[in-house]
């Protein structure tokens, strides 16, 4: 069964940093792309970075500079490192596994929630 | 970035009823458009892949079409677990979203 777990939100400071992880199961982060979309409360999906199958990062311009995505094969599992944190990120963070191929998003975490508030 | 326009924004429909929704690309994306559903509280779930493929498990009241810049998600049959936001989603380039087509009951 596949599974993909979020972990690590929180209420953070603007300026602030905080590492999301996601753990995955049923499937090899290593041979599979890994993505992060994000929503803001009440707003519709954004997609924030993608990890390909070979370690390939690529972000959208709101995050790029700021958001570091990257995985430990050995634990399954992939991060999301979010430095100078604004308000505007404030969302809940979702992990999917994203369709090399096609680009679809087959199989998504239950999100965890970032708030950035002062 | 391509653009993706959903319309209508919101939807009153009944159970039972056939409903159409809409989603524009502002360029061409071949068919790498894709369709979620999401209720409240609860991640996005994908019902459509490459404009018409219906995912496993979907039910098949639920269809796809379109290529290129226009494309369509038909529910035959309303149902009242249908009720939900729907998103599409390309994945021609840097991938996007549409602003989502919230159905509520009538």
């Known amino acids: 069964e596949v599974q993909l777990v979020e972990s690590g939100g929180g209420v953070i400071q603007p300026g602030g940093s905080l590492r999301l992880t996601c753990v995955v199961s049923?499937?090899?982060?290593?041979?599979?792309?890994v993505t992060w979309v994000r929503q803001a409360p009440g707003k519709g999906l954004e997609w924030v970075a993608v990890?390909?199958?070979?370690?390939?990062?690529y972000y959208a311009d709101s995050v790029k500079g700021r958001f570091t995505v990257s995985r430990d094969t050995s634990t399954n599992t992939v991060f999301i490192q979010m430095k100078s944190l604004r308000v505007e990120d404030t969302a809940m963070y979702y992990c999917?596994?994203?369709?090399?191929?096609?680009?679809?998003?087959?199989?998504w975490g239950q999100g965890t929630l970032v708030t950035v508030t002062s | 970035d391509i653009q993706m326009t959903q319309s209508p924004s919101s939807l009153s429909a009944s159970v039972g009823d056939r409903v159409t929704l809409t989603c524009r690309a502002s360029?061409?994306?071949?068919?790498?458009l894709h369709w979620y559903q999401q209720k409240p509280g609860e991640a996005p779930k994908l019902l459509i892949y490459?404009?018409?493929n219906l995912q496993s498990g979907v039910p098949s009241r639920f269809s796809g079409s379109g290529s290129g810049t226009d494309f369509t998600l038909t529910i035959s049959s309303l149902q009242p677990e249908d009720f939900a936001t729907y998103y599409c989603?390309?994945?021609?380039?840097?991938?996007?979203f549409g602003q989502g087509t919230k159905l509520e009951i009538k």
């Open positions: 049923g499937f090899s982060v290593s041979s599979n792309y």
């Open positions: 490459e404009a018409s």
């Open positions: 989603h390309q994945s021609s380039s840097t991938h996007t």
């Open positions: 360029q061409s994306i071949g068919n790498y």
């Open positions: 990890i390909y199958k070979d370690g390939t990062t």
């Open positions: 999917a596994r994203e369709v090399g191929v096609t680009g679809n998003l087959d199989y």
